[in-house]
């Protein structure tokens, strides 16, 4: 095997779509993420596994995205198209 192993979970933000980092899931738990947290509808919502990587991928907000949320919280109110 060689790229990316199938344990990577790839955090990145919903909004700007920019990488936020990796964990590697063999080292920590869900647990410990927070996701034991979430229903599985949540968890549906957030994650996506990408088949041809073997990557989960988690649909997080980074803090430039977080901060504008907070001063213009209008721009949640923009339509995101559905992937
Ligand atoms: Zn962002």
């Not at 949540?42 to 988690?58: K, P, R, S, W």
């Not at 803090?63 to 109110?77: N, V």
């Amino acid at each position: 095997m060689r790229g990316a192993s199938a344990t990577d979970i790839v955090y990145y933000c919903k909004h700007c779509k920019s990488f936020l980092g990796t964990i590697d899931s063999t080292k920590t738990s869900a647990e410990s993420l927070g996701f034991s947290v979430l229903t599985s509808e949540e968890l549906a919502d957030i994650m996506e596994f990408d088949a041809v990587y073997q990557t989960t991928y988690v649909k997080t907000i980074c803090e430039y995205c977080e901060t504008a949320l907070r001063q213009h919280p209008e721009l949640l109110l923009t339509p995101t198209p559905l992937q």
